[in-house]
């Protein structure tokens, strides 16, 4: 059975890895792209999107550009950790050249796919939630046109990774998950299923390390080349970091994540990658020294029902061995295991 999956990311590194991951999964279905701004530009993200498009084969698949910044502050992105194209020293093709796109099409395009999949889309959501939230302002009726929801962000028991306790996605636009995670918290919503946060807590947990980098891309060719480049850059800036000569993958590992999950709920054969609790999640939006922050009520202390998962557990090493395995087995070059 086909997994139907709208994919709204930032490449961006790791997202440029779990593209790749998505679209080599025999069983996922890319049914559209949403280009966020986050890592780096919107229109900068378009062009990433559409260069792996090319490298990845998926040329026909739709994308837009997302809105052009976040709903209640100026854009920020982060050239230091992605590169200055945000794919670090690698290179894909045309993304230097003007995607000729309108902003603000990220929106329609949740809303169009969600209803032509009724019941049937997997949402992932691997950057700032900004569009889905421009999305559910349109059609607040867009929660029952979903299968799933899963979305890497926060850091709940964890330090952050921009400041003392925010996470990049969330930190570049707060308001964002925050009227996303509203839309789940209305009383009496029936869903069969229930967004799954995935905070730094777990993602970290996948570490790229340069040996796992090399079985990855042994073989070289056009896409290895250009995610190798990538990594360089990436596991440079952890090391300067100091985090190690390594990286954190977190969006191909949300991402495997999202379609072993959906693959389970649908009865078939899949490969258990953590596991979620339900729990209330709020996004503190005032805060001087805490604004960006995901916050979960463990002990229910607001008196709110659960809106959301919080994935509380990853399998790493399975992660990165069904990672390899899907990749290569797609895109290895001939002769290459
Ligand atoms: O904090 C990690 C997240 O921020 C990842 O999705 C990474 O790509 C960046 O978008
Ligand atoms: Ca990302």
Redesign the pocket.
Request: charged share 15%.
């Given at each position: 059975m086909t997994l139907h999956f709208l994919i709204d990311c930032?490449p961006?590194?790791?997202?440029a890895l779990a593209l790749t991951y998505a679209f080599a999964h025999p069983q996922v279905a890319v049914e559209g792209l949403v280009a966020t701004g986050?890592?780096v530009s919107t229109e900068q993200v378009g062009r990433n999107v559409r260069g792996l498009l090319d490298l990845l084969g998926g040329q026909g698949t739709p994308w837009t550009l997302g809105a052009e910044n976040p709903l209640a502050q100026p854009l920020t992105t982060?050239e230091e950790t992605?590169g200055p194209l945000g794919t670090g020293y690698g290179l894909l093709p045309g993304q230097k050249e003007p995607t000729g796109r309108a902003y603000g099409e990220g929106a329609a395009l949740w809303i169009e796919t969600a209803r032509h999949f009724p019941g049937k889309l997997h949402g992932l959501i691997?950057?700032p939630s900004t569009n889905l939230a421009l999305a559910l302002r349109r059609d607040p009726e867009l929660p029952q046109y979903l299968a799933s929801l899963t979305i890497?962000?926060g850091a709940l028991n964890h330090r952050g990774?921009?400041m003392p306790t925010t996470?990049?996605?969330v930190h570049s636009d707060p308001e964002g998950l925050h009227e996303v995670l509203a839309a789940y918290s209305h009383p009496g919503l029936d869903l069969p299923y229930a967004p799954l946060l995935c905070p730094?807590d777990t993602?970290e947990q996948a570490v790229m390390t340069p040996q796992l980098r090399e079985r990855l891309l042994a073989g070289g060719g056009e896409l290895f080349t250009a995610l190798d480049g990538a990594l360089q850059f990436y596991m440079e800036f952890h090391e300067w970091d100091k985090l190690g000569f390594i990286a954190?993958v977190?969006?191909p590992f949300v991402t495997a994540l999202a379609v072993n999950r959906a693959l389970a709920a649908n009865g078939q054969p899949h490969i258990p990658l953590g596991e979620g609790t339900p729990v209330t999640l709020d996004v503190e939006l005032a805060g001087t020294l805490t604004r960006g922050q995901v916050v979960a009520d463990w002990l229910g202390r607001w008196g709110r029902d659960p809106n959301a998962q919080a994935l509380t557990s990853a399998l790493a090493p399975e992660f990165f061995e069904h990672f390899i395995q899907t990749v290569r087995a797609a895109y290895a070059p001939k002769g290459y295991a």
């Amino acid at each position: 059975m086909t997994l139907h999956f709208l994919i709204d990311c930032d490449p961006g590194i790791d997202d440029a890895l779990a593209l790749t991951y998505a679209f080599a999964h025999p069983q996922v279905a890319v049914e559209g792209l949403v280009a966020t701004g986050g890592n780096v530009s919107t229109e900068q993200v378009g062009r990433n999107v559409r260069g792996l498009l090319d490298l990845l084969g998926g040329q026909g698949t739709p994308w837009t550009l997302g809105a052009e910044n976040p709903l209640a502050q100026p854009l920020t992105t982060t050239e230091e950790t992605h590169g200055p194209l945000g794919t670090g020293y690698g290179l894909l093709p045309g993304q230097k050249e003007p995607t000729g796109r309108a902003y603000g099409e990220g929106a329609a395009l949740w809303i169009e796919t969600a209803r032509h999949f009724p019941g049937k889309l997997h949402g992932l959501i691997l950057g700032p939630s900004t569009n889905l939230a421009l999305a559910l302002r349109r059609d607040p009726e867009l929660p029952q046109y979903l299968a799933s929801l899963t979305i890497m962000g926060g850091a709940l028991n964890h330090r952050g990774n921009t400041m003392p306790t925010t996470e990049w996605n969330v930190h570049s636009d707060p308001e964002g998950l925050h009227e996303v995670l509203a839309a789940y918290s209305h009383p009496g919503l029936d869903l069969p299923y229930a967004p799954l946060l995935c905070p730094l807590d777990t993602t970290e947990q996948a570490v790229m390390t340069p040996q796992l980098r090399e079985r990855l891309l042994a073989g070289g060719g056009e896409l290895f080349t250009a995610l190798d480049g990538a990594l360089q850059f990436y596991m440079e800036f952890h090391e300067w970091d100091k985090l190690g000569f390594i990286a954190h993958v977190h969006d191909p590992f949300v991402t495997a994540l999202a379609v072993n999950r959906a693959l389970a709920a649908n009865g078939q054969p899949h490969i258990p990658l953590g596991e979620g609790t339900p729990v209330t999640l709020d996004v503190e939006l005032a805060g001087t020294l805490t604004r960006g922050q995901v916050v979960a009520d463990w002990l229910g202390r607001w008196g709110r029902d659960p809106n959301a998962q919080a994935l509380t557990s990853a399998l790493a090493p399975e992660f990165f061995e069904h990672f390899i395995q899907t990749v290569r087995a797609a895109y290895a070059p001939k002769g290459y295991a």
